[in-house]
């Protein structure tokens, strides 16, 4: 299988290389377009800053490229978020494949640490990257910023407030949480793509 690891100034891209490896995947890691187009599935990794990285991903000219991909491709923490809208991030509009706004996690109490860091929940899992799964099942987060709950929501989170733990709609599949850090449930997530 042809898997595609999407290379721009982003963290995270060799974590989620080393996962795949261990499922006896070896992905290739790329900015070229020919390789992104001819690939069977592409990750879009990424832990980083939304208003830099747009100007990255724009200036490169992989922002229309993602967008126009259509084998499955799965987002993963600012992957995820850069597929949205608008991020409230440095103020910056997104690739707009999910119709959803990233917003900042306000705290309500002392309790309420930002970023929501460490291992949570997934409830109301739908959709063939959840397949198998139950909703007691945890998963490792660290981010700052979340997207609401929306019709694309394919999973959720409960952290001061319920918010979308994945996203899908048609090709494009997205986790807020990082699977090649979520142990064998993790595993599951990224057998499941890999089988779409």
Same mark, same amino acid.
Request: hydrophobic share 40%; proline share 5%; aromatic share 10%.
């Given at each position: 299988?042809?898997?595609?690891?999407?290379?721009?100034?982003?963290?995270?891209?060799?974590?989620?290389?080393?996962?795949?490896?261990?499922?006896?995947?070896?992905?290739?890691?790329?900015?070229?377009?020919?390789?992104?187009?001819?690939?069977?599935?592409?990750?879009?990794?990424?832990?980083?800053?939304?208003?830099?990285?747009?100007?990255? %991903?724009?200036?490169?000219? *992989?922002? +229309?490229?993602?967008?126009?991909?259509?084998?499955?491709? /799965? $987002? #993963?923490? %600012?992957?995820?978020?850069? *597929?949205? +809208?608008?991020?409230?991030?440095?103020?910056?509009?997104? /690739? $707009? #494949?999910?119709?959803?706004?990233?917003?900042?996690?306000?705290?309500?109490?002392?309790?309420d640490k930002v970023p929501h860091m460490g291992w949570n929940t997934l409830s109301h899992t739908q959709?063939?990257?959840?397949?198998?799964?139950?909703?007691?099942?945890?998963?490792?987060?660290?981010?700052?910023?979340?997207?609401?709950?929306?019709?694309?929501?394919?999973?959720?989170?409960?952290?001061?407030?319920?918010?979308?733990?994945?996203?899908?709609?048609?090709?494009?599949?997205?986790?807020?949480?990082?699977?090649?850090?979520?142990?064998?449930?993790?595993?599951?997530?990224?057998?499941?793509?890999?089988?779409?």
């Open positions: 299988m042809n898997v595609a690891i999407v290379k721009y100034n982003a963290g995270n891209l060799y974590s989620v290389s080393h996962a795949l490896k261990r499922l006896g995947v070896e992905p290739c890691i790329t900015a070229n377009p020919q390789t992104l187009l001819a690939a069977d599935k592409v990750i879009f990794p990424g832990v980083g800053e939304a208003a830099n990285t747009m100007r990255h %991903l724009q200036q490169t000219g *992989l922002d +229309k490229l993602i967008c126009s991909l259509r084998q499955p491709l /799965l $987002g #993963i923490c %600012l992957g995820m978020q850069l *597929l949205c +809208k608008h991020s409230e991030e440095g103020d910056v509009d997104g /690739l $707009g #494949i999910f119709d959803v706004n990233i917003l900042r996690f306000q705290p309500r109490n002392h309790d959709g063939e990257l959840f397949k198998g799964f139950t909703d007691e099942e945890f998963v490792y987060f660290v981010h700052s910023y979340y997207a609401p709950i929306c019709p694309d929501t394919a999973a959720q989170t409960d952290y001061i407030l319920p918010f979308s733990a994945a996203l899908q709609k048609d090709n494009f599949y997205a986790t807020q949480f990082h699977p090649e850090k979520s142990g064998s449930v993790g595993e599951r997530i990224l057998r499941n793509f890999l089988a779409l």
